[in-house]
């Protein structure tokens, strides 16, 4: 099961005095002002101001939870996606770097906090993209329950159609809650449209390379192509690792557990630089949710050489 997936209570209704509730309501503004190109209809009383040199402000009379929420989701309520989508992609992993145990148990590898924060993160997203083992083993629903929030879109990224034999089980497929779309390299268009209906299928010319590897920038350019700017990529580890690996993520988020898994499922993993010198060093800012330590790493900002 994913690690969101768990039968939660419907998301409270916003309370109008509490500081973390009208932050929220005017990051949703925000987010829906992006996508719509209008300006932001926000309540006085969310406090947020926008400037052009900084972008958006939190006033001073919020408390410090209301604060950190709103430092946490700046980098999102400032992203530019008109001319290239800003992706942002999270991954909940144990002390020793693990996303779930070696089985594919994921259940539960965070704290409640930080699902929490993964369904902001998914209400603030145009669409929400997940890879194949996933799907295979967790077949997530991908919807904002816990937070009030609209769904995003929902990617299957599945270059190379490993699906195929289990598609038709996908539980997300069946809500009807917000759009799906199988993507896969367009060799296996016919193939895909056959399982799911074309208005499901997102074929994408060259997705694949020779190796077998998928090309992340077509897979960029053919979702903002479809108007989804803001991209969440939500899991697992092979998936991410490759967005990151071939620069497309914009920010990383890592909610580190106090967990110890052992041999499980690696969370990054890719080919690295020999010396330490060229590993990357992320600017980055620690928030603590829970028990849970999250590291916001802006990837697009490297620290100054140490
Ligand atoms: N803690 C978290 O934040 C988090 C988030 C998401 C998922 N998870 C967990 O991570 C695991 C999945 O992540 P992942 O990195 O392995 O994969 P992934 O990134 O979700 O998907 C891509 C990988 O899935 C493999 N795959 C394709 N079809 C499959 C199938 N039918 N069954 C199983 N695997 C298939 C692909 O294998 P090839 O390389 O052979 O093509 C590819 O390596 C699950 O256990 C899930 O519970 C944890």
């Keep these: 099961m994913h690690p ?28 829906q002002a992006r996508r719509s190109g209008a300006p932001a209809q926000l309540s006085p009383h969310a406090g947020l101001v926008h400037h052009d040199a900084t972008g958006w402000q939190l006033g001073d009379a919020t408390g410090a939870p209301a604060r950190a929420l709103f430092a946490l989701l700046k980098p999102l309520l400032d992203c530019r996606t008109d001319t290239r989508p800003w992706v942002i992609a999270q991954l909940g992993q144990s002390l020793d770097g693990c996303i779930a145990t070696r089985t594919g148990d994921a259940r539960f590898v965070n704290g ?5 924060h993964l369904h902001r993160l998914r209400a603030l997203a145009d669409a929400v993209i ?12 991908l919807t904002v329950r816990h937070v009030p929030g609209r769904n995003p879109a929902r990617i299957l990224f599945d270059p190379q159609l490993q699906l195929a ?36 299928v997102l074929a994408v010319p060259d997705l694949l390379r020779s190796d077998g590897t998928p090309r992340i920038g077509a897979a960029l350019d053919a979702l903002h192509a479809r108007g989804l700017g803001l991209l969440f990529v939500e899991g697992g580890g092979v998936t991410v690792s490759r967005f990151l690996a071939q620069g497309a993520l914009d920010r990383l988020h890592l909610a ?25 060093r992320p600017v980055f800012h620690m928030y603590t949710l829970g028990s849970d330590q999250l590291w916001d790493l802006d990837m697009r900002m490297p620290q100054t050489a140490t």
Excluded: N, Y
Excluded at 112 to 116: A, G
Excluded at 130 to 141: L, S, Y
Excluded at 264 to 274: K, M, Q, S, T
């Design 112 to 116: 409640p906090d930080i699902l929490t």
């Design 256 to 280: 580190v557990a106090p967990l110890i898994i052992g041999s499980g499922r690696p969370g990054l993993r890719f080919p690295g630089p020999d010396h330490l010198g060229d590993c990357r």
């Design 4 to 31: 969101d997936d768990s039968p939660a209570a419907p998301a409270a209704p916003a309370r109008a005095g509490d500081p973390i509730d009208r932050v929220w309501a005017g990051c949703l503004a925000i987010a």
């Design 130 to 141: 997940v890879g194949a083992g996933t799907v295979a083993i967790d077949d997530p629903q």
């Design 165 to 200: 034999s289990r598609i038709a089980g996908v539980r997300c497929l069946a809500d009807a809650q917000s759009p799906v779309w199988w993507m896969c390299d367009a060799r296996w268009q016919d193939a895909a449209t056959q399982l799911v209906g074309a208005q499901r």
